[in-house]
């Protein structure tokens, strides 16, 4: 095999100056330099969507094969968990428990049970089950099992186990929103992929859900069996109301 690597993966490697690393990456490179079929990388590397990982103590190195060549993609450095910057607990303008303009408990105009032009039950254009265009199970282009640019399973560029910069355990300066149940409190999060998607992590940093942009929000997957579970909707404030496939209204997000 012969070995290349991207901008991104020489870049990298830069700013890693640990000894220990760096001896066990030339071992690696080495290693694959003299494997002679793709069978010997498949029986000593994970692979995950045709991309292989393997872990350098705090490390993890990624790579494509094709034909006889291997492409070094990218390299993550595991860090300690953290919340990441965004926290409501420390950021007090994205809690609701103290910045009330954003809480639709006390901003009526947040709140769907009071301001009629968000509410699906009420405005049909809003509603899945009336617009079609909004209805992942009509308009395939907003459905991962069919439309698969936006699959972060075929999708690389989308997958934050390939995209380090779209993964919160890595990159804590992301740009996205906090999910909140109707209690005001913190659910989970969501980084914006690109202007289409946005991926949805627990607290323990797994990506648990995908988003597609729609019309007025987005339509709401479960990562691992790709099913349309829930919709967003704008709340015309730079946030989104929680509804799920019954158009009950069940949080918010900021």
């Known amino acids: 095999m012969k070995v290349f690597s991207t901008k991104v993966f020489s870049s990298k490697i830069k700013t890693f100056t640990e000894r220990d690393f760096q001896t066990k990456l030339l071992a690696l490179i080495n290693f694959l330099n003299i494997a002679n079929d793709i069978g ?6 994970e692979k995950s969507n045709n991309v292989y ?3 350098l103590d705090d490390f993890r190195v990624f790579f494509t094969v094709e034909g006889d060549n291997v492409l070094l993609i990218d390299v993550i450095k595991k860090e300690g968990e953290r919340m990441p910057f965004k926290n409501p607990r420390i950021d007090n303008t994205i809690n609701p428990l103290i910045n009330h303009s954003i809480n639709p408990r006390i901003n009526g105009s947040l709140n ?3 301001n009629g032009s968000i509410n699906p039950n009420i405005n049909g254009s809003l509603n899945p089950r009336i ?7 009509i308009n395939g282009s907003l459905n991962p099992r069919i439309n698969g640019s936006i699959n972060p399973r075929i999708n690389g560029s989308l997958n934050p186990k390939i995209n380090s910069s779209l993964n919160p355990r890595i990159n804590p300066s992301f740009k996205g929103y906090y999910f909140y149940d109707l209690e005001n409190n913190p659910t989970k999060i969501a980084i914006k992929a690109n202007d289409k998607i946005i991926l ?3 607290f323990k940093f797994n990506l648990i859900e995908i988003g597609v942009s729609n019309t007025y929000g987005f339509s709401i997957f479960d990562y691992n069996t790709l099913n349309y579970i829930y919709y967003i909707s704008s709340d015309k404030m730079k946030g989104f109301n929680i509804f799920d496939i019954n158009n009950n209204w069940i949080g918010h997000v900021k």
């Not at 617009?131 to 199970?137: A, E, I, Q, R, V």
């Open 131 to 137: 617009n079609g265009s909004l209805n992942p199970k």
């Open 200 to 202: 949805i992590f627990d």
């Open 112 to 114: 769907p049970r009071i």
């Open 53 to 55: 990982f393997f872990k």
């Open 40 to 45: 010997v990388i498949d029986r000593n590397f």
